[in-house]
């Protein structure tokens, strides 16, 4: 009978560290698949990119002023495109920052289970809406409220886009934080209370100096987000490239410019078709570096609590 026992416990034993091994190779597997697509995406633009610059060098690309790939005389500086992003994402931050964290602080700190639980799932539905929705949204209902202001402004203008992209982004910003903030040990609150601080004092002056490090790294990840943004841009900024830093003209962004190639009737192996991928390179390359800014900060600044 012991022996009997002791053959089911092995078999038992052997199963289990067969099913353990499976499931290490099987997150392996999922790890390098990971790694073997970021590194197919790098190999891709840099191949497909390398024909343009040898036609375009890579000062008059990076520092050039006028951007025109589609229509003779062809120019190639990215700088009104690199314009054109940098205001539609300051104009999204402007937005979403402030309320995103305002948001997340009166969830953690104000609200009520109740309406925590009410009010957080209808900010995450937000997060699954389809981009085009936004556009268009941007289109028939942001721009005629801004267009009652002021008649003069366009129908694709960057206030709009920057408008809808901070709705977009907003969600995330209020999700990241509401969770860096639940992370205080309750212990740095119940002393702020103890000292007389008020519910107020504690939550600025102890929480959110205390979750600041991920406070900051779901900003940086918001910029991110919004300078990737694609569909909700191009519909609502219009596609002007230009050297402007005034929110009411229309612009272009380097996403905007990628789906403008991408769906019209350019040559294949043309210096305009490639073009897009030293745009989207360079969008790469600045995504790329918000997201290691981000796991900087979280690096560097991480409250650890015991």
């Given at each position: 009978?012991?022996?009997?026992?002791?053959?089911?416990?092995?078999?038992?034993?052997?199963?289990?560290?067969?099913?353990?091994?499976?499931?290490?190779?099987?997150?392996?597997?999922?790890?390098?698949?990971?790694?073997?697509?970021?590194?197919?995406?790098?190999?891709?633009?840099?191949?497909?990119?390398?024909?343009?610059?040898?036609?375009?060098?890579?000062?008059?690309?990076?520092?050039?002023?006028?951007?025109?790939?589609?229509?003779?005389?062809?120019?190639?500086?990215?700088?009104?495109?690199?314009?054109?992003?940098?205001?539609?994402?300051?104009?999204?931050?402007?937005?979403?920052?402030?309320?995103?964290?305002?948001?997340?602080?009166?969830?953690?700190?104000?609200?009520?289970?109740?309406?925590?639980?009410?009010?957080?799932?209808?900010?995450?539905?937000?997060?699954?809406?389809?981009?085009?929705?936004?556009?268009?949204?941007?289109?028939?209902?942001?721009?005629?409220?801004?267009?009652?202001?002021?008649?003069?402004?366009?129908?694709?203008?960057?206030?709009?886009?920057?408008?809808?992209?901070?709705?977009?982004?907003?969600?995330?910003?209020?999700?990241?934080?509401?969770?860096?903030?639940?992370?205080?040990?309750?212990?740095?609150?119940?002393?702020?209370?103890?000292?007389?601080?008020?519910?107020?004092?504690?939550?600025?002056?102890?929480?959110?100096?205390?979750?600041?490090?991920?406070?900051?790294?779901?900003?940086?990840?918001?910029?991110?987000?919004?300078?990737?943004?694609?569909?909700a841009v191009t519909l609502a900024a219009g596609g002007t490239p230009k050297m402007t830093l005034n929110p009411l003209e229309s612009i272009q962004?380097?996403?905007?410019?990628?789906?403008?190639?991408?769906?019209?009737?350019?040559?294949?192996?043309?210096?305009?078709?490639?073009?897009?991928?030293?745009?989207?390179?360079?969008?790469?390359?600045?995504?790329?570096?918000?997201?290691?800014?981000?796991?900087?900060?979280?690096?560097?600044?991480?409250?650890?609590?015991?």
């Amino acid at each position: 009978m012991t022996d009997i026992v002791a053959a089911a416990f092995r078999q038992k034993t052997k199963k289990s560290k067969w099913i353990e091994e499976g499931v290490r190779w099987g997150i392996f597997l999922c790890a390098l698949a990971s790694v073997l697509t970021t590194f197919g995406i790098i190999f891709v633009l840099v191949k497909e990119a390398i024909p343009f610059f040898r036609e375009v060098s890579v000062v008059d690309f990076l520092f050039g002023t006028k951007w025109n790939a589609l229509i003779l005389p062809r120019s190639f500086g990215v700088l009104p495109l690199l314009m054109g992003t940098i205001l539609i994402v300051l104009g999204a931050g402007l937005i979403a920052l402030p309320v995103g964290l305002a948001s997340a602080i009166y969830l953690s700190e104000f609200a009520s289970q109740r309406v925590r639980q009410t009010v957080k799932p209808v900010l995450e539905i937000l997060a699954g809406i389809p981009t085009v929705v936004y556009g268009y949204f941007a289109l028939t209902g942001i721009t005629p409220i801004l267009k009652s202001f002021n008649d003069e402004i366009p129908v694709f203008n960057a206030l709009s886009a920057s408008i809808v992209v901070a709705v977009m982004i907003l969600p995330m910003v209020a999700s990241l934080c509401d969770d860096a903030l639940k992370a205080v040990p309750r212990s740095l609150r119940d002393g702020g209370y103890a000292l007389g601080s008020t519910k107020t004092e504690v939550s600025l002056k102890i929480v959110v100096p205390a979750a600041l490090s991920g406070v900051v790294a779901s900003f940086v990840l918001a910029f991110s987000r919004a300078i990737g943004e694609t569909m909700a841009v191009t519909l609502a900024a219009g596609g002007t490239p230009k050297m402007t830093l005034n929110p009411l003209e229309s612009i272009q962004t380097m996403t905007a410019f990628i789906v403008q190639v991408a769906t019209g009737d350019i040559e294949h192996g043309s210096i305009s078709y490639h073009s897009l991928y030293a745009v989207g390179g360079l969008l790469f390359l600045i995504t790329l570096a918000a997201n290691l800014l981000s796991y900087k900060i979280l690096k560097k600044y991480r409250e650890e609590y015991e």
